[in-house]
């Protein structure tokens, strides 16, 4: 069979992806963000290019820097500006894979001024923000659609909920039970299951390994 990441397998294809974790403004001087460093999505954007393909990476705040003539970057903050950011460029694209710990909620009221420390308790009402993975699979036509999933508990059935839920081709499960795995680590343990529920577990490797594996995974798919 040989291996087919010698080649050039995405040459002509172009791949979406988003990383590192979303501001949601509370006042002019506060946040709600997390601990996402961008690293696993940084790591597959260099896959993707080294393959061929031309990526657009579309990442929330982090220092991480790239620079690759086949990568173009879209620095964003909140959620809002990434489901924008994002959706500009799906439709054009072939493969899609969200890797971003998007912020789930977000203030309701953005103080315009500092919040002063005047009170006993605090209470900031948040909304939702929108949901840009599953929106994606909303509107999926010829794209091959790829979510992670972060999960600490039931982590299987989670992660085919939202694999079904979000009409997804393949998702990513992250493990952070695991040491060394996960958020601002270099390495990484992850599951990976498509839609007809086959699954493929693989050891804690680093992230660049893990981009690695996911590519071949969905490479494998594409061209099956
Ligand atoms: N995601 C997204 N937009 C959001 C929330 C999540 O695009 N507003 C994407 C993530 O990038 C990831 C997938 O959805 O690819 C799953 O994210 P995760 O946080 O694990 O799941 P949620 O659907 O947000 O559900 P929960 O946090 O309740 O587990
Ligand atoms: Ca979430």
């Known amino acids: 069979e040989g291996d087919i990441l010698s080649k050039l397998p ?9 990383a590192g974790p979303t501001y949601e403004t509370i006042d ?44 173009k970057i879209f620095r964003v903050i909140s959620a809002e500006e990434m489901y ?20 789930d909620y977000r203030p309701k009221n953005v103080a315009k001024n500092k919040i002063k420390k005047e ?3 605090l209470t900031i009402e948040l909304e939702p923000t929108k949901d840009i993975l599953a929106s994606l699979g909303q509107i999926k036509e010829h794209q091959y659609l790829v979510g992670f999933a972060l999960e600490t508990n039931n982590e299987e059935n ?21 040491e060394g795995a996960g958020f601002g680590k270099s390495t990484n ?3 990976f299951i498509d839609k007809d529920l086959n699954i493929k577990a693989f050891k804690l490797k680093s992230k660049a390994e893990v981009a690695h594996d996911i590519f071949n995974e969905i490479i494998h798919k594409i061209n099956a």
């Open 189 to 191: 343990k992850i599951t």
């Open 84 to 103: 924008n950011e994002v959706h500009q460029h799906y439709k054009n694209s072939d493969i899609a894979i969200l890797s971003a710990a998007v912020a």
């Open 28 to 71: 002019p001087v506060r946040f709600i963000g997390n601990h996402s460093s961008g690293k696993m999505g940084f790591e597959l954007a260099e896959v993707a290019a080294s393959l061929g393909a031309e990526v657009f990476l579309v990442t929330g705040p982090t220092h991480l820097e790239i620079s690759h003539s086949l990568i």
């Open 119 to 121: 009170k006993a308790s």
């Open 158 to 178: 989670n992660a085919k909920q939202k694999l079904a839920n979000k009409n997804l081709d393949a998702i990513v499960l992250n493990s952070l039970n695991d």
């Open 10 to 18: 995405l040459k002509n294809k172009k791949v979406l992806i988003t």
